[in-house]
């Protein structure tokens, strides 16, 4: 790890300062859903069969391998919460950093649908 945080000139206080600029906790993300902030659009980019099954009130299923293809339907006036399965799913953050590279505001939500669920948050169902 110190040999990559070398290569990118960061140093730990500013790897963790990033970290937490561009992750949003489920307490937060559901205080923004309570309040109807419309300066946020929920992204859930797992695949549609796991977003059938449960996702976040509200939240748009764009799995990530269809990112690219519906990038120009995603709006760029909203900062745009990025949410796969568990903390160890990859796919948030990388969908993140695509859209990051793109010119849109993001930040991901830590821990995924797993840490809402625990949590006791409301979830959707696909009819």
Same mark, same amino acid.
């Given at each position: 790890?110190?040999?990559?945080?070398?290569?990118? /000139?960061?140093?730990?206080?500013?790897?963790?300062?990033?970290?937490?600029?561009?992750?949003?906790?489920?307490?937060?993300?559901?205080?923004?859903? @309570?309040?109807?902030?419309?300066?946020?659009?929920?992204?859930?980019?797992?695949?549609?069969? *796991?977003?059938? @099954? *449960?996702?976040?009130? /509200?939240?748009?299923?764009?799995?990530?391998?269809?990112?690219? *293809?519906?990038?120009?339907?995603?709006?760029? @006036?909203?900062?745009?919460?990025?949410?796969?399965?568990?903390?160890?799913? /990859?796919?948030?953050?990388?969908?993140?950093?695509?859209?990051?590279?793109?010119?849109?505001?993001?930040?991901?939500?830590?821990? /995924?649908?797993?840490?809402?669920?625990?949590?006791?948050?409301?979830?959707?169902?696909? *009819?």
């Amino acid at each position: 790890m110190t040999a990559t945080l070398e290569k990118t /000139g960061l140093t730990a206080a500013e790897y963790f300062q990033a970290k937490l600029n561009y992750e949003m906790t489920p307490w937060t993300l559901k205080s923004m859903l @309570d309040a109807k902030n419309a300066e946020y659009l929920v992204l859930d980019v797992r695949s549609a069969e *796991a977003y059938a @099954d *449960a996702h976040i009130p /509200g939240a748009l299923n764009v799995p990530l391998m269809d990112l690219t *293809a519906k990038m120009a339907t995603l709006p760029k @006036d909203k900062t745009l919460v990025t949410y796969c399965g568990d903390i160890t799913c /990859g796919l948030a953050p990388k969908a993140a950093l695509q859209l990051a590279q793109k010119g849109f505001k993001v930040m991901e939500l830590f821990g /995924g649908i797993e840490e809402w669920t625990k949590k006791r948050f409301p979830l959707e169902k696909k *009819a």
